[in-house]
């Protein structure tokens, strides 16, 4: 067969490798770190170190497979796999640490060893994985290690499926017959693949191709040709994925799951679930906590002129909805006069607004007036990065205005965001202006990664706080 090899064959292999060479590599960097922070003379490494040597190697046995270490990489980018990596030791690292401070093991233990040891094995690690990537992608490059495609299907679903296909030779498919139910396709050509006849030929076409997979792109309405097709290929030992018909719809972070034992599509889901959470949750205490450190004088500096420049509490607290629509207080500078409203309406700041303080002015157009709400990060009602939280009277007026706009509420509010670094801050006095920055807000849900966060923080420092749109 095309592509034939030992990489294609027994993939298991290579499963099996990983899962015994990955816990290899971490030993073996813990003793280059040692050799580097102190000498070959200095070997063998004293018996202090081996129970944390030991404890690593249980946690890469137990937190890699939740970072999908060891599923099937085929189809995946390289900066996916290489974010895998980086994430699955990480966490590895700080389970180390955690438990040499436990345990008070911390001054038997070189320091500088660590940092060695932590960079090697991020080193290793990605240099064995990306070697076997490179391995198969020069394969690939040469025609090998190719899985042979059939799609079924030539509609819109059909084409897309070809273009991705298209775009990702690193993926290691090839297309290598198109069938389809429509007598006016068959003889046409679709993005270089023909139409070859209609889904009565597939099983035998299969078989004398030595296909490896088929890829249903059927219409959701097309139960019953998929029912037949899957009759027809029942003595072929063929791989057969359903592509489901789904991009008609809105989705929102869509993926497949399983309920009760069922496969399911989730057509909008959150990101935060699973090891998803755990991150994003270290990623805020740890960078809430050290920001509050560096910002506690300028809070009080803050705080004394608020007291100073106007009557009033220094702090003004606000109901908003939070992560799942449910209400929250959020913390924020009081930039405005004491002044009383009507119950139920929220009047946003404009250009020129008489409630606005001279000094609320200034906090407001650099942000300062926010910084309390690193307290709501460290209660864990607010994240660092995410959408900012609106007045729970602006949502009940947009939510029935803009398609998909309580969908925000999939993640945790932050303190600034995809659509604040993007220019979308203040003044929101058009439907165009909200529904701009829900777009913004919706796209970091789906896009949702720790690399993510961290750019936007990136952005944050240099582009986000100061803004002539905050009045």
């Not at 404890?55 to 099937?72: A, R």
């Not at 069938?179 to 076409?205: C, M, N, P, Q, W």
């Not at 490896?212 to 791989?239: F, G, M």
């Not at 399983?258 to 959150?270: C, I, Q």
């Amino acid at each position: 067969m095309f592509g034939k090899s030992v990489f294609k064959g027994y993939s298991g292999f290579i499963n099996i490798f990983s899962r015994i060479f990955d816990p290899f590599v971490v030993v073996l960097a813990a003793i280059a770190a040692y050799v580097a922070r102190f000498s070959f003379d200095d070997m063998p490494m004293p018996a202090n170190y081996h129970p944390l040597i030991l404890f690593s190697v249980l946690c890469v046995v137990i937190v890699f497979p939740v970072f999908n270490m060891y599923n099937s990489w085929r189809g995946q980018s390289l900066a996916r796999q290489t974010r895998a990596i980086i994430l699955a030791w990480l966490t590895v690292i700080l389970f180390m640490i955690v438990i040499l401070f436990g345990l008070k093991m911390s001054a038997d233990i070189s320091r500088l060893w660590l940092a060695w040891w932590m960079g090697l094995g991020l080193v290793f690690l990605l240099v064995f994985r990306l070697s076997i990537f490179g391995y198969l992608k020069y394969r690939r490059s040469r025609g090998r290690n190719f899985r042979q495609i059939v799609i079924i299907g030539a509609g819109e679903l059909g084409e897309k499926l070809i273009a991705q296909t298209h775009a990702s030779p690193w993926a290691g498919f090839k297309i290598t017959g198109m069938f389809d139910d429509d007598e006016k396709r068959h003889g046409l050509t679709l993005l270089g693949h023909k139409i070859l006849g209609d889904l009565s030929l597939v099983a035998t076409y299969v078989e004398r191709h030595e296909i490896d997979e088929v890829w249903i792109a059927l219409p959701l309405r097309a139960e019953q040709r998929v029912k037949d097709l899957l009759y027809s290929l029942r003595h072929q030992t063929v791989n057969i994925k359903l592509i489901p018909d789904i991009f008609g719809f809105s989705l929102l972070n869509h993926s497949m799951t399983e309920v009760v034992g069922l496969p399911a599509v989730n057509l909008s889901d959150t990101p935060m679930g699973g090891s998803n959470s755990l991150i994003k949750a270290i990623e805020d205490r740890l960078l809430g906590l050290l920001i509050c450190i560096l910002i506690t004088p300028l809070i009080l500096l803050i705080s004394v002129a608020i007291k100073m420049t106007s009557k009033g509490p220094v702090i003004f607290k606000q109901k908003r909805h939070g992560w799942d629509g449910r209400i929250i207080k959020i913390y924020k500078f009081r930039t405005m006069k004491m002044h009383s409203g009507f119950d139920g309406e929220i009047t946003q700041a404009c250009k020129g607004d008489s409630r606005v303080t001279p000094l609320g002015l200034f906090l407001r157009r650099t942000s300062l007036d926010e910084l309390p709400q690193f307290l709501n990060v460290l209660q864990g009602r607010m994240s660092i990065v995410g959408p900012r939280p609106h007045a729970v009277e602006h949502n009940e007026q947009y939510k029935d205005q803009v398609n998909q706009y309580m969908l925000r509420h999939m993640v945790k509010p932050g303190i600034t965001g995809w659509a604040q670094v993007n220019g979308l801050r203040g003044e929101t006095d058009t439907l165009d202006k909200m529904k701009n920055r829900v777009e913004y807000d919706l796209f970091y849900i789906e896009n949702w990664s720790l690399w993510f966060d961290l750019k936007i923080i990136f952005l944050t420092i240099f582009k986000g706080f100061i803004n002539k749109n905050a009045y």
